[in-house]
C-alpha cells in the first residue's frame, strides 16, 4: 500500500522520522518521498533526519515567548492557528503526489496541542483536497505526564475519531519502558518545546534520563505500522498467491473507529557455508548481486509441518502480544493477518489454520489475511491489525483522568473567585 506520511508536533515528526528510517532499512518503498512535517517547535524541528528541509512547516511562530515557549500547551490555540495558516498548509500539500497514493497516514500526540489540535485540522484541510482515505495514529499520554494531557487527549482523541477514517492508537502508558516508568511519555518528554504551563507536580519527569527509551518505543510503532501498511512493497519481491492487497488493508479499516495493532516475530534457522555468507552481504550490501541459488533451501514434509506449526503459533502470538492499544480483541469488528518472510516459510497450511484460530478466538467473522513474501528475511513476522475495538479500558482512565482534572480547575476557580470578592 502507497502511502503519505504526515507529522504534525514534536511526537509525530519523530514518528513519521522513524518510519522512513524503518522503510529505508528494511528495503521497502511504500511512501517514495511522500513526507511532510508540521509543527509550532521553535526554532527547528526535532530529529528531521529522513525529511528534507523543503518538505518541514512551521506554524504559529507569532505566537512564540521571548523564553522561547510556544503554542503547544493550549489544542485550542493550536487548532485556530492551524485555521489561520490554512493556505500555508495547503501550499505544503503540493509536495505530495496524491496521484501515487492510496491513502494518507496523519501521525500526532494527542496530549498536545500542536498534535491534537492542529493536527485535527490538518485532516480536515486534507479531507478538503483529498478523496483517498485518511488514516490517523494518535498517541495516548501516559500517566506520569499529569492531568492536563489527559484531558487534551480526550477531547483531540474524539475530534480524530469523528475526522479521520480510522484511528490507529499507541498508549505511552503500556509502552514506556519499565526502568523509566515514572519518567514520561513515548517520544514527546525529550524537548521542553512540549511542556504545557501545568504545575510541576503535573511534570515531574527527568527529561534527560528517558533517552533511548522513546527511541525504543518509536522503533517499535514504526515497525508494526511499516510491517502493516507497506505489504508487498519490498523491491524486487517475490509474487505469491496470497500476497497483501491495498483493497484488503483498506476494507479492514473502513469500520472506523479506533484500532490496534499486535505483531510477533520468530527468527529463522540459517544455514550455514557458502550460501548463508551470500545472503548475509546481500542483505548488508544492496549494491551486492542476489542470486537466487543463495536463498534455495531443500525442504521436506517435515519441515513443511513445522513451517506450518510456527506460522499458527505466530499468529496466536500476536493477538496476544502486548498490542499498540491494550484491548479486548473480541470487540474488533474486523481483523486482518499479515505474514512476511521467505516464501519457502510461508506455509499455507499454517496460514489458514492461524486465521480459524482468530476467528474463532476473537470470535470476530471477518478476518481477511495474506503474505509478503521476502527471500532475504532472517525471521518469519506476523502483525495483526484489530479494527474498531469498543472494549478498552485505557480509554475510560483517560476519560475519567480528564474528567477528575474539569472538576478540580472549576472547584479552583470557585475558590478563586469567593477569595477575590472577598
Not at 94 to 115: S, Y
Not at 155 to 163: F, M
Not at 180 to 206: F, I, N, Q
Request: net charge negative; glycine share 8%; proline share 3%.
Amino acid at each position: 500500500m502507497k502511502l503519505a506520511v504526515i507529522g504534525v508536533g514534536n511526537a509525530g515528526s519523530r514518528i513519521t522520522n522513524q518510519i522512513l528510517d524503518f522503510e529505508q532499512s528494511t528495503g521497502r518503498n511504500f511512501c517514495n518521498g511522500n513526507t511532510l512535517l508540521i509543527n509550532s517547535t521553535p526554532p527547528e524541528f526535532d530529529a528531521p533526519e529522513h525529511v528534507p528541509e523543503e518538505r518541514r512547516l512551521t506554524i504559529g511562530d507569532v505566537y512564540w515567548d521571548a523564553d522561547g515557549s510556544d503554542i503547544d500547551g493550549d489544542p485550542d490555540l493550536a487548532a485556530e492557528i492551524a485555521r489561520e495558516e490554512k493556505n500555508d498548509i495547503i501550499r505544503a500539500f503540493d509536495l505530495i503526489e496524491f496521484h501515487e497514493i492510496d491513502g494518507i497516514l496523519v501521525a500526532a500526540g494527542l496530549g498536545r496541542g500542536t498534535g491534537g489540535g492542529a493536527g485535527a485540522v490538518v485532516i480536515d484541510q486534507l479531507k478538503e483536497i483529498c478523496d483517498d482515505p485518511i488514516y490517523a495514529v494518535g498517541v495516548l499520554p501516559s500517566d506520569a505526564e499529569g492531568e492536563q494531557p489527559a484531558l487534551t487527549a480526550a477531547r483531540t482523541l474524539q475530534s480524530y475519531v469523528a475526522k479521520a477514517d480510522n484511528v490507529i492508537a499507541f498508549d505511552n502508558d503500556e509502552w514506556q519502558d519499565a526502568d523509566s516508568a515514572s519518567v514520561g511519555r513515548l517520544d514527546d518528554s525529550a524537548g521542553e518545546d512540549e511542556r504545557d504551563d501545568t504545575t510541576e507536580d503535573d511534570h515531574d519527569v527527568d527529561v534527560e534520563s528517558v533517552g533511548s527509551g522513546f527511541e525504543n518505543t518509536n522503533v517499535a510503532l514504526a515497525e508494526r505500522l511499516v510491517t502493516l501498511f507497506a505489504a508487498g512493497e519490498f523491491r524486487n519481491s517475490t509474487v505469491s498467491e496470497n500476497r497483501m492487497d491495498p483493497s484488503d488493508i483498506i476494507r479492514t479499516l473502513d469500520t472506523g473507529g479506533i484500532s490496534s495493532i499486535g505483531f510477533a516475530s520468530s527468527d529463522l534457522k540459517q544455514a550455514g557455508g557458502v550460501r548463508s555468507w551470500v545472503r548475509s552481504m546481500s542483505t548488508r550490501f544492496s549494491w551486492m548481486p542476489d542470486p537466487d541459488w543463495a536463498y534455495e533451501t531443500e525442504t521436506d514434509d517435515d519441515d513443511a509441518a513445522t513451517d506450518a506449526a510456527k506460522i499458527n503459533r505466530l499468529v496466536r502470538e500476536a493477538a496476544q502480544s502486548k498490542l499498540t492499544l491494550p484491548c479486548e480483541i473480541s470487540s474488533a469488528d474486523r481483523a486482518l493477518v499479515v505474514l512476511t518472510g521467505p516464501s519457502r516459510t510461508l506455509s499455507r497450511k499454517g496460514f489458514e489454520g492461524g486465521r480459524y484460530w482468530l476467528e474463532r478466538e476473537a470470535d470476530i467473522v471477518e478476518v481477511m489475511a495474506g503474505d509478503e513474501p521476502n527471500e532475504k528475511s532472517s525471521s518469519l513476522t506476523t502483525v495483526i491489525l484489530f479494527s474498531n475495538v469498543t472494549d478498552v479500558d485505557r480509554i475510560e482512565e483517560i476519560q475519567q483522568t480528564a474528567l477528575d482534572h474539569q472538576e478540580s480547575l472549576r472547584t479552583d476557580g470557585a475558590k478563586l473567585g469567593t477569595a477575590d470578592s472577598q
